[in-house]
């Protein structure tokens, strides 16, 4: 199978196409809401769902997304209608920069796929992959809050998770940052 399914559309690939995922979502199909930032997996900025889990689209191998599903920032709006994380994340006004936001928002959204109604650690610790340079935590736990109570629609928005390729760890796993957040 040559195929990747990128924000519900199926694209096959050419035969040699190697590299990042991050760089292919970029390229070829102009989705950058995933942003280059550090290009280690430190910061988050290239979030985006590969079979409903977060990934980190720099360190993803685009040979190891062939025949699953993609879902970038993009892809959360469903019907012209934006995601509930994404409306609660304007309503905080949990950004200032937004250069975070994207991934900030696919990692909630994944979260509340599965805990439809998590508590602050919960939230905390799905995002905690993930950095905020303007220190805007507080106001994107809030948002989290907000849109778990208009989870009714995400579960048509984002795939079911299925298994995670290899190498990538989970939404809650990897070294925990709360020290870098004021306000949680």
Not at 155 to 168: F, H, K, L, N, Y
Request: net charge neutral; charged share 20%.
């Amino acid at each position: 199978m040559t195929s990747i399914e990128v924000n519900g559309e199926s694209h096959e690939l050419g035969p040699g196409l190697q590299g990042r995922l991050l760089a292919w979502l970029r390229g070829p199909f102009g989705l950058t809401g995933a942003k280059p930032a550090c290009g280690e997996g430190a910061c988050g900025a290239c979030t985006v769902l590969l079979d409903g889990a977060p990934v980190l689209s720099c360190q993803t191998q685009l040979a190891d997304a062939i025949g699953h599903s993609v879902t970038t920032i993009e892809g959360l709006v469903a019907d012209d209608h934006l995601h509930p994380v994404q409306q609660a994340l304007i309503e905080e006004g949990a950004s200032q920069c937004g250069y975070c936001t994207p991934g900030m928002a696919l990692r909630a959204a994944a979260l509340l796929d599965v805990d439809p109604h998590p508590d602050d650690d919960a939230i905390v610790a799905a995002l905690n992959q993930n950095l905020c340079r303007c220190g805007c935590y507080a106001r994107i736990v809030a948002a989290v809050r907000r849109a778990a109570g208009r989870t009714s629609a995400i579960s048509a928005v984002v795939p079911a998770r299925t298994s995670r390729p290899s190498g990538q760890a989970a939404a809650s796993s990897g070294r925990h940052r709360r020290s870098r957040r004021r306000g949680t």
